[in-house]
């Protein structure tokens, strides 16, 4: 069983409100649009999983890559940054789906939450909105939820955008 705490488009800060929700949390993955110092910021607070996004310099592209497929907790997890929501999605995004079959897909980029099924090809798409001070959302968003093995008690935070 494992706690995951998932956040994007953070544009160079790590909101206050990480550290408490995510306080119980095994690991982070961000999904892009991480900015200056948050990975380094966050890799202090917990082991974490990125990919970098269109705003990103390159040096996150040598530590992180475009697409993150992994395994944890026997689920295969695909996470980017643009990749689009179910019905929607990236052209390239979907074939990788189509080939690795992934139970968990994140995605960041829109700035808005979304948390869905997608019996299509049988997958959770997440994306935990935005938590930073660039875009047009009202309000920062956190997502959390425990891998047991599969995705149960997803929680979601939002809060006042500074």
């Known amino acids: ?24 949390c095994d ?19 917990k082991p974490l999983r990125a990919v970098w ?24 997890v695909m996470m980017t940054h643009i990749g689009g929501y179910p019905k929607h999605y990236v052209p390239e995004i979907r074939q990788l789906i189509l080939q690795e079959k992934p139970q968990i897909f994140v995605s960041g980029h829109s700035h808005i939450l979304k948390v869905m099924y997608d019996p299509q090809y049988q997958l959770l798409h997440i994306n935990p909105g935005a938590a930073g ?16 093995p599969t995705p ?9 955008k500074l």
Request: include cysteine; aromatic fraction near 12%.
């Open 133 to 148: 001070r660039q875009g047009f959302q009202k309000v920062d968003t956190l997502v959390r939820f425990t891998l047991d």
């Open 27 to 45: 690991e982070v993955w961000h999904a892009g649009d991480c900015g200056p110092g948050v990975v380094e910021e966050l890799l202090r607070f």
């Open 53 to 76: 996004g269109n705003i990103d310099d390159h040096s996150l592209h040598y530590k992180y890559p475009k697409v993150n497929i992994f395994e944890i907790e026997g689920q295969k």
């Open 152 to 160: 149960k008690d997803l929680q979601i935070l939002d809060f006042p």
């Open 1 to 24: 069983m494992k706690r995951i705490g998932i956040l994007s488009d953070t544009h160079g800060r790590v909101p206050q409100q990480v550290y408490s929700f995510f306080a119980e």
